[in-house]
Every structure is written in structure tokens, then in C-alpha cells.
């Protein structure tokens, strides 16, 4: 028996499976005589329709003292020594946009059962009229072929090979960076790519979805990490200018909820010629606490209140200069 049990007497939890022993109490809701049920799948079709806010979605769950619909993505350091080596997708963001969150959201130990609200719009960005609501996004594997949804709910796409991967080869054929991964023949055990195969490598996508390495036209590896604090050496991250996020000319408040048209005032009131980039939680714990001394609402997390704030400002606001998915010129 392990040690640790025979202390306590009982076995220690482990706090996922107690979440994930959460997430299945939504289906068998208890309630008291004077509560009723939460209809869970009307809830995710009233948000999906458009009448219901995700963020008060979530509160439903909150009150009742159930995890939310959405799960924050994790936000580990992955610009120091605990993640010394970056995949492909995290290496080519980093080169490309040169933003942190857009990084993060290829690095596994991130975006693993993490939820959020995407907007159909976002979602199905092809139909007209642009349809209302949001739905669940679980976030998923990426890789540089196709397009992903980033945290900030938006839909992104890697540039061009020809945009930045000429210069990343040329650091791996002279070493400037190196990278490991697993052999397919003949017992796939992690090695370093030799130098002289990144001469005639390109990249590919394998029938599961995972990046691979042609050598000669053969995949010859998988599993491909490179060196981070290499990465970084040669493409150091660039300080992104000061300034506004600008109020849009004819913002759709016919969009706005009750609530959201409430707080788009306040922050309206509150920084007049736009919204400064940067110190966001510094703003949003204001804005929380105007938000609550007004009766506007109450949110149960911090990061409820955030997100409901974020989406106000994608409505109202434009696109901020020098954000993400706007590349940056690689060097």
C-alpha cells in the first residue's frame, strides 16, 4: 500500500479526476425542492442561437457549484527552463507573429481540455448574414498546414513556407539551432537531426494529423522539437509599441446585450479616445468594481469577467496595431 495512504487512511485524490467526476454531475444535476434542474443542452442551444451570453452560461454552472462550460487554458513559463523544447507550430507562431499567446496555444501542456465560447461567426466565417451565437471550442492539436483558433477566440493562419522557413532552415543546417526527433527506422528512439538532412527536408503531415520530416522525399522523423533557448537567441522577442485600441466609428450596439451595451458605456465614459493596449488586469479589476457598484452583475472568477470584457471590445472596438496575427518581419 502506499505510503501515503497509509497515513491519511484514505487515497490521495487527484484534483483531474475530481474535475472531470464534476463534469458528469452536469447530467444528473441534484436540486433542492424549491431548485429546479439545469437543462444543460438548452442552456448550450440558447447560447448557440444567441440568447444566452456564454459568460452568464457559465454563471449558471458557477451558482450551482459546478465547473463552468469553458476551462482556461493553462499558462505555464514556457520561456524558461521549463519547456526547453518548442514544436514546430510554437517555433513558426514565435518566428511569424513573435506573440506570447499565440505561441502558447501550440504547446500541449496549454491547450490540453482547455474550453472556451467561440463565436459562430468566427466559426463558420464564410456564411452570410453572419450567424449569431457561440459555441464550445475545445482546443485541439495544431499544425502549420492549416489554419487554428487562437485563445483570443479568433481564427489564425500560418504564413507562407517561403515567409520564414528558408531562414529557420538555414539556422538548422549551420546548427545555430538544433532539433531532436524520433526516428521511424529502425526503433524510433529520439535523436538529433543531423545537420546535412535539413539540406533536402521538408515538412509534412502525417495521417494522424502530426508533423513529420521528409528527408529526400522519405519521412525520416517525427516528433520534431527544437531547441528553445536557441529560438529565442535568434529571433528575440520585439516590444510591441504603446497605444489605443480605437473606438470603431459605427459600432454594432444592436449586438450588444443589456449587459454588454451597460459596460460599453462605462468604458466608454471612461477612456475616451480608445482603450489602452497592455495592463488589462488592471483595467478589468476597475471595471469589475464599477461593473458591481452599478448593479450590472456579478461574476463568480476574474477570468469570467475578463472574457465578458474582451468580447464587448471585439464588438466595439477595432483591431489593435501591432497585435496578434499581424506578422512581424522575421529576421
Known amino acids: 500500500m502506499p505510503e501515503d495512504i497509509q497515513r491519511s487512511g484514505s487515497p490521495v485524490i487527484d484534483p483531474e479526476d475530481l474535475f472531470k467526476g464534476m463534469e458528469e454531475l452536469r447530467r444528473e ?4 425542492e424549491t431548485e429546479q434542474p439545469l437543462d444543460v443542452a438548452r442552456i448550450e442551444k440558447e447560447v448557440a442561437d444567441g440568447l444566452l451570453d456564454p459568460g452568464e452560461a457559465d454563471e449558471l454552472l458557477v451558482d450551482r457549484f459546478l465547473p463552468p462550460f469553458s476551462r482556461n487554458p493553462r499558462s505555464p513559463d514556457i520561456w524558461s527552463s521549463n519547456a526547453p523544447l518548442w514544436s514546430l507550430e510554437m517555433v513558426a507562431a514565435w518566428i511569424i507573429w513573435g506573440d506570447r ?6 504547446f500541449h501542456g496549454s491547450f490540453e481540455g482547455a474550453k472556451m465560447w467561440v463565436s459562430n461567426a468566427e466559426l463558420l466565417p464564410f456564411l452570410r448574414p ?4 457561440h459555441k464550445l471550442y475545445e482546443f485541439q492539436r495544431t499544425t502549420v498546414m492549416r489554419s ?6 479568433k481564427h489564425h493562419s500560418f504564413t507562407p513556407f517561403a515567409s520564414w522557413m528558408p531562414g529557420l532552415i538555414a539556422h538548422l543546417v549551420t546548427s545555430r539551432i538544433k532539433a531532436v526527433a524520433c526516428e521511424t527506422e529502425p526503433d524510433r528512439e529520439r535523436v538529433d537531426v543531423p545537420r ?3 539540406e533536402t527536408a521538408e515538412f509534412d503531415v502525417d495521417e494522424t494529423g502530426s508533423t513529420v520530416l521528409r528527408v529526400a522525399g522519405r519521412v525520416k522523423f517525427t516528433h520534431l522539437l527544437f531547441l528553445a533557448s536557441e529560438v529565442l537567441q535568434i529571433y528575440p522577442a520585439q516590444r510591441k509599441p504603446d497605444g489605443l485600441r480605437k ?4 459600432p454594432p450596439l444592436e449586438e ?8 460599453y458605456e462605462i468604458i466608454r465614459r471612461m477612456f475616451k479616445d480608445g482603450v489602452p493596449i497592455g495592463e488589462a488586469s488592471t483595467r478589468n479589476k476597475k471595471l469589475e468594481a464599477r461593473a458591481d457598484a452599478l448593479g450590472i452583475g456579478k461574476w463568480e472568477r476574474h477570468t469570467s469577467f475578463a472574457r465578458f470584457i474582451d468580447r464587448v471590445l471585439e464588438k466595439v472596438c477595432e483591431e489593435p496595431s501591432g497585435g496578434p496575427g499581424r506578422p512581424r518581419k522575421n529576421g
Open 29 to 32: 444535476m441534484p436540486c433542492s
Open 101 to 106: 499567446a499565440l505561441t502558447l496555444r501550440h
Open 130 to 133: 453572419r450567424p449569431p451565437g
Open 148 to 153: 487554428f483558433i487562437g485563445y483570443d477566440g
Open 196 to 198: 546535412k538532412d535539413w
Open 247 to 250: 473606438w470603431k466609428l459605427k
Open 256 to 263: 450588444l446585450s443589456e449587459k454588454e451595451l451597460r459596460m
